[in-house]
């Protein structure tokens, strides 16, 4: 996003002539920033002779965007049965798919083994048990890779933060080490390799070098140990500049001290970044509701909220707050909140925005990740509308829900 003329545009758009076409608020995403985003991890790992990305699809989901990614050659990491239909919805290929997670159900695994994915990124011993008895009762082979947990700091928010000492992800080497015979016992499941995901929003490459580093450590043991390995997922996490203090994820750095190490280990590497590809090709479009002045505060009330968008209430993350028309350029302090009947429903706290008056339209920026698809029916409000800009055009890509909707399964 930028301004010209002092109007806010996404690729050739005023967003401000979208408010005449959709209902406030509504979030709007850059087909361009998303191409960008995928273009540059691939630079990044085309280094490499071996690797696979697959978009995390809890980031973001909606149909039209994954048709992008897939358009784009990306496949899938997927928590959750239904986001492996998402993406077969979206014509995306299961054999593309690596189905993550700690809670894998029954019908999850039958459902994955139906359709063929990629491979299972295991969490616990048992899980790899239950794949295994599934697979032979579908008469069904599967690949897995078991997710380790390295014990390294990501340095990221305590609640995103998944591969240290505690969390409830992956499992210890030492489990791996103290199950072997188990493992090599599983006749319709093949280990081919290991996992990590440390952790999201992470700006730095050292944890990725320190946990990659362990994991071909216990890779070379593996082997050693008669397991044929040829896989190493490194997760996602790559974090995005959120708040203009950072240029986001270290790729330089990257570049030059973790890619050698994957390239030397001459396996097949995956990665799962979701942040990094939809994040900030995201805004919400909100109204200015009412402008209230309190305690010498002055609040803006919109008409988006937390049930839109969560990350603020949540991690008190930090998001801009851009108004969609800019007027003198006169700044003052607000305190921007939502309509929810929660304390937490903020946008920001004493923050520095141009001078706006009610009526007038923001952009709540980079919200493109975790925005939409944490959103909820909290106070009986509706999912709102989605639209992609591609250059000149704008696209409806989800309707508004409707009040119908939010009470049809109720009895
Ligand atoms: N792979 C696995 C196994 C994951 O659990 C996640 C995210 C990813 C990949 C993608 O991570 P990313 O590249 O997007 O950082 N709701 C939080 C973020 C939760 C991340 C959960 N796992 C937030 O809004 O900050």
Redesign the pocket.
Known sequence: MYYKNNFLMCEDIPIVELTKKYDSPFYAYSKKSIVDKINILKNVFSKLDNYHIAY?L??ESNLSLLKIMIENGIGA?V?SANEIRRFINASGDPKEVVF??VGKRVDEIEYALSVGIKQF?VESIDEAKRIDEIAKRMDKKAKYAI?VNPNVDAFT?K??T?GTKGDK?GVTFDTILNNIDLLKSLTNIELIGLDM?I????LSYKPYYDGINILLGFIDILKAKGFNIDTLDI?????INYDGTSNGFDFEGFTEHVIPILKKSNLNILT?????IIGDSGVLVSKIEYIKEEWGKKYIILDASMSDYA?VA??D?YNDIKPLVLNDGKKLIYSVAGPVCESSDFFAHDRQIEEVNVGDYVAIDNVG??GAS?ASNYNSLLLVEQVLIDGDKDILIRKKQKFEEIIANEL
């Open positions: 995390s809890k980031a990491d928590v993550s997670g990124n997710r928010h609640k995103i998944t992800f995901h952790g999201s929003q992470i997760g996602g996490g790559y974090g799962e970044p979701g942040r990094f990350r949540l991690y993350a990740a975790y944490m």
